[in-house]
């Protein structure tokens, strides 16, 4: 099974002679592709080589350029959204991270001389294709650090087209979630809205939402369970969220009309939805 | 005109004599209600004074309780979600900034001996409804200090009914967007998405959101401007921003049928609609 997110004993900064002491290791399983991942369950981990002319390294922010179209080193014909590039795309849409690895032949501070070096968890923010350097389309991924992995500077900004608006660092209290259980619950319904059965096309496939019934938030503290989780269509997880509407013990809808769309292999907890009844639309 | 965020000159640690001087300065206008804001514009401050058995400040976060039911300075009957409540909500739902004032008579670490204290911005992360001390129903809401105006560190964690997932600090380049102009643009549209003509009901009025067409993250640097905006619903937002769609400069539809839905007030950039084309569905 793909393992997503972090390594037991591996940190930041640790350092591997090779590519097969790094595959070894778990951290990237492939021994020459840079992407580690297929195109339904996303990528787990990428290397940094120096193999993409168009890859630009400032530190907490990467413009990481996809793969394909290469002849001896050189950009030759156009990337696809397919297989590894399509999976970095599918890691952005189900927000999974990606372990992001340099290598001595990538120029760039954070380098090591020789070997490859971890440097932590990062995630894909944003997908586009453009004309690279070569006249080909190339496909681009935007990774920002995770802040547990953020060296806490960037070496320069990211260049912008035009005058940017102002930016800041800002802090959130993420909670770590469980990736494979959010996944879990999205692949039993097919990616399929549990209100309104619509699943959401995207480029990079269909795209659902695991919405937590009872909040892990303080103070709600729900837990991180699929017992406590909906699969969503953001539009009726904006509405769950903000007491649209809510959900009666026999599974009918309260708000609206209709009823949850179960799957035997789903049980729903009861006590989660009697907390978010309570909650979220009394009194509204 | 309510004014969301920062007021010129004004900085996180600046005292205030009163709530007359409190309010001449901008900062929180009403002399003696502690939410400043209304049911259709949002929330714009709060000011923190002990008024409420429930509030729970933890410095970064504070657990807020909602206004209404008190007599001679306690709970005798349920809060509804209306007025100054439901602005609190409206605020979450638009993600508007709020400026928080703690005031002498709050105890907490944080508060000042005299006067007030004014702390910076936070934003509303959750609203729900629970039973308060007094054993009537409160609405409360959880508000996160933005980076900028945070103290660094937490005055003990905020309690936890359950094991709560393990939590972390982290770190995202937020990109300072203007909020009077995403709310011109969901306004112009009564709150209805340009592609279906939905409205998202919830329990804090009307939900659409401001996307931006050209994106303002590096590289793209598109600018925070009307023109440069659509009022989409939350589904069909995931589908522009994830290559599911896209828009031909007769506002005709690419990928799905339709046209996209204009208002006279409301000019589209074709430039930026050429963008998005160009750069998130080619070789999709």
Redesign the interface.
Known sequence: MRVFGDIPDLEPGDEFESREALAEAGVHPPTVAGISGSQHEGADSIVLSGGYEDDEDFGD?I?YTGSGGQKNGKQVA????KGRNRAL?RS??EGLPIRVTRGFKHRNELSPKSGYRYCGLFFV??????KGKSGF?V?RY?L?A???S?TSYLIG??????????????????????YQRALNVKSWHASQCQICG?A?????GL?AEAAHIQ??????????IEENMLCL???H???F????FTIDDDLSLIGIPGKLKAVARHNIGRRFIRYHR???????
């Open positions: 922010v413009i156009d990337q696809a959204l795309a952005k849409i923010d944003d997908f586009w294709c453009e389309y496909w935007r920002i995770d802040e547990k953020a900004e990211p260049p912008s087209e035009s005058a940017a608006p102002k930016r800041k660092q800002s802090s959130v209290n993420r909670i770590v979630r469980d619509l959401i096309s995207t480029s990079a795209y909040p892990l938030g303080a103070p709600h503290g729900g837990p991180d269509c953001p539009n997880h904006v509405m969220d903000n007491g649209g309570e909650h979220y639309t009394k009194n509204a």
